[in-house]
């Protein structure tokens, strides 16, 4: 692509995103998609490209400020003052340990990622907090992302069927894994970066399309179809290989439908529609066994056994990562860590990786140990813990207000538990600054349900003296907006 046409596209962009931060807030999805392909037909696949993200997630923050918005932590923490303690010292850490990185190593662009590690889902929570005052503007995020993702994981069925286009290559080496019958199975990542990235795109997909088909109403041609998405979706994330992203739609499942089955009121609701969408998928995979042809099917089915695989090799991995490897970390890294920054994602560029931190922290808790030390690692925890109790004081309250808006949070809940997991065992796609963003977003849609507009019913809503005095507080927004 030719520089100057990318730079004017990229400059209109961003004063769009200055001009007009809704807009702006889903142009940041569009650059998160896009910034990998774009990486890849560029001369030199340049590694600052992937940041390109945050320039827009940074143009966004500056447009709604200046349309009057205060992007500050206050009304979150006056809502529920769970995390506060928390994350201020948690924050305070990670900047004295990227300072540490600094001095150690004399590298500034190592210390910038371990800072840019912890720090950059911060932004993407404040703009998903403002952005989401009604279920609709979620709809439209989720809208976006989906249709997004359909071409970008598309380019996966194209790489399988033999398109040999260099922006359908990973950067990098190609992966390959084994199997006993087929040899060398070709990891594949589509439009996307890397078959890791691929995955996770792909699965967090896949759990959207069930929070869509639990919350929508009057949208029957989108019920039809979820099924097949779903499927799409599927078969692309065996293709990429990752087999922990399918760990990742399995824990979502069970903590969703235990969540949905907490709304008592709506278990009846809640079956039926879990039945439908069953059967939505059920119908698709008749079709696929009926009228896929015997040679495709007997390509995909290596991919399929290495993904059935997953549950029996899950427990093992999880302690493997955690308390099998502590104290090698420790042994490496000393209690205080090496330094912010030294172990992760895209450190190995510049000096870091497992040259300095070892190659047992793998774990997201590992490579907290072996970067922050144990006051990291007790920190992480609570920080974990006092979001888990802003959580549950939300699932308390939203549950009396509405089944559509309790089965939206609860989604969206149950992918942040679900990514947690995930992390735990492997810490690489954390590194993703778009990833970050994402989750960013996700949290900050979690935490403005209790501002959210009130919906409309024919029939008064029940809601706690709790609830409506936690509300109180979102009154100067809400005149804003009007």
């Known amino acids: 692509m030719n520089d100057y046409i990318l730079i004017s596209i990229a400059v209109v962009t961003l004063v769009i995103c200055v001009a007009n931060w809704r807009i702006g807030f889903l142009l940041c999805i569009v650059v998160g998609c896009l910034q990998d392909p774009i990486r890849k037909i560029v001369p030199g696949e340049p590694v600052y490209l992937t940041s390109a993200i945050l320039i827009y997630v940074g143009a966004t923050c500056l447009g709604a ?25 948690f924050m305070a850490l990670v900047v004295i340990q990227s300072v540490v990185t600094f001095i150690r190593f004399g590298n500034p662009i190592l210390a910038s990622i371990g800072f840019l590690a912890y720090v950059t889902p911060i932004p993407g929570i404040l703009l998903g907090y403002h952005f989401a005052r009604r279920e609709q503007e979620t709809y439209k995020l989720i809208k976006v992302y989906l249709a997004l993702n359909v071409i970008m994981l598309l380019g996966v069925y194209l790489s399988y069927f033999g398109y040999d286009w260099q922006i359908l290559s990973s950067v990098g080496e190609e992966l390959f894994v084994y199997n006993l019958e087929k040899g060398a199975l070709l990891l594949r990542s589509g439009f996307f970066r890397a078959p890791e990235v691929a995955a996770w795109h792909a699965g967090t997909s896949i759990c959207l399309l069930v929070v869509m088909f639990m919350t929508i109403k009057r949208h029957l041609m989108l019920k039809l179809i979820t099924g097949s998405l779903i499927l799409f979706f599927w078969g692309a994330l065996l293709f990429t290989g990752r087999r922990k992203f399918i760990m990742e739609i399995m824990i979502f499942l069970c903590v969703y439908g235990t969540l949905l089955l907490f709304v008592r009121k709506k278990v009846s609701k809640t079956l039926r529609t879990s039945f439908l969408l069953a059967i939505a998928v059920g119908v698709t995979m008749v079709g696929y066994v009926t009228f896929a042809p015997d040679a495709l099917r007997d390509e995909i089915d290596p991919y399929y056994e290495r993904g059935a695989t997953v549950g029996a090799d899950a427990t093992d991995r999880a302690s493997l990562m955690t308390s099998e490897s502590f104290n090698y970390i420790l042994a490496r890294n000393g209690p205080w860590g090496s330094g912010a920054g030294t172990g992760s994602q895209g450190a190995q560029y510049f000096g870091g990786g497992t040259d300095i931190v070892g ?8 490579k907290i140990v072996a ?29 009396q207000v509405d089944f559509e808006r309790a089965s939206l949070t609860f989604g969206f809940i149950a992918m942040l538990v679900a990514n947690a997991f995930v992390f735990v065992t492997a810490h690489q796609i954390f590194g993703d600054l778009f990833v970050l963003t994402l989750l960013g977003f996700f949290v900050g849609i979690v935490m403005a349900v209790p501002r959210m507009i009130p919906i409309l019913t024919p029939a008064p809503v029940r809601r706690s003296v709790i609830f409506q005095r936690r509300l109180d507080w979102r009154a100067p927004d809400r005149k804003r907006e009007a």
């Open 359 to 366: 190659g047992a922290a793998e774990g997201g808790l590992g």
């Open 65 to 89: 400020y200046l349309a009057g918005r205060r992007f500050s932590l206050r009304p979150v923490h006056a809502w529920n003052s769970s995390l506060k303690n928390p994350l201020l010292l």
């Open 371 to 399: 970067e922050l030390g144990l006051p990291g690692i007790g920190l992480i925890l609570w920080l974990a813990f006092g979001l888990a109790r802003y959580f549950w004081a939300i699932i308390r309250e939203v549950k």
